[in-house]
């Protein structure tokens, strides 16, 4: 059974910093990983999707990197800002099933002015 | 942009109510889901849809039932609701005919039942 695993589970950094936020998950044979941002109270935004075919996706200051085989992914961000503060996920859609993600249970993100 | 939402924001309802959550996408997504999300327990699937009047279950189907009798709408009822449904419910779509592989969610509803 496919299991996501994400940490730690909460990280705190000062404004500017540049950081990483990690995932794991069990078993290799996935079709694709998506990140998430979620802030308090309200829903997921889709942040960047990683086709198992590929190793890394873009967007900004975010860079989504994929190692399919040893089965983890990390969500590289530059120059942190306090508007980054928000609970992170990540999921990954297992091959073969109709297409239910498997989440982790996010990395919480305060960034301090 | 891909657009999904939800009918209520927040929500009250008594115990034993019969409860309906609407959800609806504007993008042709043939794929629906509803989650509830938990402290500590994360996010849990309720059931899916991969099309018209089609429907499976989720890892927590029980006291929950659905309906999409169009495309655009996913509908989720709760039967006779219970204080342990007290949950932020999470719509999403995803549109894999399209190319486009990504999920999307909702705003939530946040249903508190009393």
């Known amino acids: 059974k496919q299991e996501v695993t994400q940490i730690p589970a909460a990280l705190s950094v000062p404004e500017g910093e540049n950081l990483v936020l990690n995932c794991s998950f069990t078993d290799s044979a996935i079709y694709n990983l998506q990140w998430f941002r979620q802030d308090p109270g309200k829903g997921l935004t889709s942040l960047l999707l990683?086709?198992?075919?590929?190793r890394e996706q873009t967007s900004g200051r975010l860079n989504a990197s994929l190692d399919k085989s040893s089965g983890r992914s990390t969500l590289y961000i530059a120059a942190s800002q306090p508007g980054d503060s928000a609970t992170y996920l990540c999921?990954?859609?297992?091959?073969?099933?109709?297409?239910?993600?498997?989440f982790g249970k996010g990395t919480k993100l305060s960034v301090k002015p | 942009d891909v657009k999904v939402t939800q009918s209520s924001r927040y929500l009250v309802k008594r115990t034993g109510e019969k409860v309906f959550l609407e959800c609806v996408q504007d993008m042709d997504h043939e794929n629906m889901f509803w989650y509830r999300q938990d402290p500590g327990l994360g996010l849990r699937l309720i059931y899916f849809s991969y099309d018209v009047k089609m429907k499976e279950k989720g890892d927590i189907p029980e006291g929950y039932s659905v309906s999409r009798e169009k495309k655009e709408r996913f509908s989720l009822i709760l039967e006779s609701a219970s204080t342990n449904q007290t949950s932020m419910y999470l719509c999403?779509?995803?549109?894999?005919?399209?190319?486009?592989?990504?999920?999307?969610f909702g705003p939530g509803t946040r249903l508190t039942v009393t």
């Open positions: 990683i086709q198992s075919s590929q």
């Open positions: 999403a779509s995803r549109g894999d005919r399209t190319g486009s592989y990504e999920q999307y």
């Open positions: 999921a990954v859609r297992p091959q073969g099933s109709q297409g239910n993600l498997i």
